[in-house]
Structure formats: structure tokens, C-alpha cells
């Protein structure tokens, strides 16, 4: 059975760091796309970073890029999410998600109906 626990989370001021964790089991990360999607109270959900576990290639959505990096351990079978330079704008909650599939890009524009979710994290900026 495919499950995703996120933690991480917290509140942080802007301009500060914060380290999300991803803990898959169920599946085997080589064939499938791993993402970090957010929402926001009042917005719609955001595909921000993808990875695909077929030759690790990597998506940020722009809002993150130069901030966020995203990376993925076989052997602990987890996926992270560093976020630095946090801003009010990243206040949200972030799940996880896991996709068969091997475009990082295209998972997170479109994660799609049978993708696997966790239940999220809270994410507060705020000073």
C-alpha cells in the first residue's frame, strides 16, 4: 500500500530555512515522479518541485527556483525539500506526491487522478 508522511514543518521567519521530509513506502521510487505540491488558503494548489526516480531530473515552478532544492534518497527511500529565503507568499500547506510516471514537469503541472498523496504539512511565514 503507497504512503507518503510529511514533516517538517513549522513557523519561521522570512528570510529563514525550513527542511521538509517526504517518507514514501509502497512503492519503488525508480518509476515514479515524486512532487512537492502547496496550497494556500484562497488558492488553488501550486505544483512547485518534482523529481522523477528515473534518471532524477528535476522541475521548480519559478516562484521557487534559486530557493528550493529538491532531492531524493533511494536508500532511506524519502524525498526532501529544502526551502530557503522563505517569504509570507510560501505560507501554506505542502504535500507530497507520488505519480508512476518519469516527466517531473509534467507530474507537476498536471499531477493527475491516480496520483498517491500525503496529508500535508503547515508551512507559516511570518515575523
Known amino acids: 500500500q503507497v504512503q507518503l508522511v510529511e514533516s517538517g514543518g513549522g513557523l519561521v521567519q522570512p528570510g529563514g530555512s525550513l527542511k521538509l521530509s517526504c517518507d514514501a513506502s509502497g512503492f519503488l521510487l525508480d518509476y515514479h515522479v515524486i512532487g512537492w505540491f502547496r496550497q494556500a488558503p484562497g488558492k488553488e494548489r501550486e505544483g512547485i518541485s518534482c523529481i522523477s526516480g528515473a534518471d532524477d531530473s528535476t522541475y521548480y515552478t519559478n516562484s521557487v527556483k534559486g530557493r528550493f532544492i529538491i532531492s531524493e534518497d533511494k536508500v532511506r527511500h524519502a524525498v526532501y525539500l529544502q526551502m530557503n529565503n522563505l517569504n509570507v507568499e510560501d505560507t501554506a500547506v505542502y504535500h507530497c506526491?507520488?505519480?508512476?510516471?518519469?516527466?517531473?514537469?509534467?507530474?507537476?503541472?498536471?499531477?493527475?487522478?491516480?496520483?498517491?498523496w500525503g496529508q500535508g504539512t503547515q508551512v507559516t511565514i511570518s515575523s
Open positions: 506526491a507520488a505519480v508512476w510516471a518519469s516527466d517531473a514537469q509534467e507530474i507537476c503541472e498536471t499531477p493527475g487522478p491516480h496520483a498517491h
